[in-house]
Structure formats: C-alpha cells, structure tokens
C-alpha cells in the first residue's frame, strides 16, 4: 500500500518530458556533428550563427549556441512560462553538452546533399521530441516573441525573417550553394518536425449535406463502428433546415463512406478534410498528450 502512494506521487508526466528533452536534444547535437558540420552546411536561429561563428574562427559550438542563448533567457524570464524556460535552459545545456562532448565523432557522410537530407531527418526528429515534450532549444523562440510584443509582425513572420538573415549571411560569407544546402535541411526539418508531433496516421473529417441524415448515419455507425454528430444548419437557396452529418474517420475507411453515401443518397453533397491527429475514443489515446 505504501509503495502505491509513492508510486502514485512520482510526476511521471514531467520525468517523461524531461527524458524526451534530453534525447531530443542529445540527437539534435549528435546530428550536427556528425552530418552538418563535417559538409559546412549551415542551420536557422542562435544554433545556425554558432555555427557560422565556428565556421569563421573555430568557435566551440557547443558553448557559442549556450552563451548567445544566456540574455535571450534573461529577456524571456517574464515572457514564457516557468516550466517553458526550464524546459528550454534544459535542452540547451544538454545539446551544448552533446556537441562537445562528440565533437570527435565521424562523419556519417562526405556528401553534401545526403548530409543535408539525413542531418534534416534526425534533427527533426531531435527538434520533435522535444517540442512534444513542452520545451524548446531557446535562441530565436524568445526572441521572436520578444519583438511580436514590441512590433506589428507576427512570430512566424519574425522568424522566418531572422532565419532568411542567416542564410543570406551564409551565401556571402560562404557560397550561395552551402545555403541552398542549409534551406534543404531545414525544410527536411520542419516536415519531419511535424510528423513527430502530429504522427504520421491522418485522419479524413467528413462532412455530409444530405436529405437522408438518420439514414447515413445509421450505416456509419453500424458498418464502420464510428461515432457520427449531427450539425444543424439551415440551406442559403431553399432556408429549409438540414442535419450535416459530421464523422472523423481513418483513411482506410474513405472509400467505404464514399460508397454508404453514394448507395444511400448520390444527391448528397461530401467534403473530405485532411485531420493531423485525433485524440479520443477510436483513435490514439490521451496518454502523452
């Protein structure tokens, strides 16, 4: 019994997040030094000018990335959350750690192109579990939300502009190939990025305007097994009231609504939605979320 209470006491939801940050940000500096650096391909934000900073005058990247980060934090400490801030100085120090501490590795690869596609994948990858995770690696995050409250730009705008800064700066330092390399990453990134935190099992939304809503939605639920919502609305031309039979399904199953609806009402008019994740009864679980 006394074991259950303590079991019960541990924050297992904060122990999982801080192993997600600390592997995710161990492969984010392991992926550097093995594939970024070796190729001189550069990267976005406060990691990407550590990196032109050691490109230029040998700089240790690992410390460069966690001293530009310092008055970035000190000027987030009253913008981000606690545990955000934490969670960030955490990956931060453990990437810093990791690039150091592997700056000896070997180079998976000497191709350029390979090392921008593979270094874009695990990072990615890096980057994912540790946004899923409720962290970051500091750098421009804060720094663009700093300026979102201080100017009339938006975060996205304000980063997409720092991170064209960096690689215009790496064309003329370097050459405009070794950005070109760099935009490839970071979109292979980005991609990769979003299917660690969304999943790659999409879902399909199905919006049904029919004359025959209890009809359609009856097959659903009894050939597909799926929960179906009815929304009321009113049609524009006629100002008669309609049922909108509403249903998220997988995309195995897209075909077979395709053929209730057709078979049960073909004047029925569908739309078919791309979902990026689901979460509830039928789908993926609540856990880690």
């Given at each position: ?21 600390i ?47 310092l ?34 590795i ?31 690696l ?43 390399y ?68 997988s ?39």
């Amino acid at each position: 019994m006394r074991w259950r209470q303590i079991y019960s006491k541990i924050p297992w939801a904060e122990i999982s997040q801080l192993i997600g940050i600390i592997l995710g940000a161990s492969i984010v500096g392991a992926s550097i030094n093995s594939l970024i650096l070796p190729n001189h391909i550069a990267d976005g934000g406060v990691t990407g000018i550590a990196i032109i900073l050691h490109y230029l005058f040998g700089c240790p990247v690992g410390i460069t990335i966690f001293l530009l980060n310092l008055p970035l934090f000190i000027m987030g400490f009253r913008m981000v959350g606690r545990r955000f801030l934490i969670y960030s100085i955490i990956g931060v120090a453990v990437m810093a750690f990791t690039l150091d501490t592997t700056s000896g590795i070997v180079a998976l690869t000497h191709d350029t192109l390979l090392a921008s596609i593979f270094g874009g994948f695990l990072t990615g990858i890096g980057m994912g579990l540790i946004f899923r995770s409720q962290g970051s690696l500091g750098g421009t995050d804060i720094l663009a939300v700093f300026f979102n409250r201080t100017t009339q730009f938006s975060v996205g705008q304000i980063l997409l502009g720092m991170d064209a800064v960096i690689f215009l700066a790496t064309a003329l330092l370097f050459t405009p190939e070794t950005a070109m390399y760099a935009m490839i990453y970071m979109f292979i990134a980005t991609r990769v990025i979003d299917l660690v935190q969304e999943g790659i099992n999409h879902s399909k939304s199905v919006m049904i305007v029919t004359g025959k809503p209890e009809q359609i939605a009856q097959v659903i639920m009894s050939k597909l097994n799926r929960g179906v919502t009815f929304i009321s609305g009113t049609g524009a031309f006629s100002g008669q009231p309609k049922n909108i039979v509403y249903c998220v399904i997988s995309r195995a199953e897209l075909s077979q609504i395709k053929d209730i609806v057709r078979e049960n009402d073909p004047n029925s008019f569908l739309t078919i939605s791309e979902v990026p994740e689901v979460v509830g009864e039928g789908f993926s679980s609540w856990k880690g979320h």
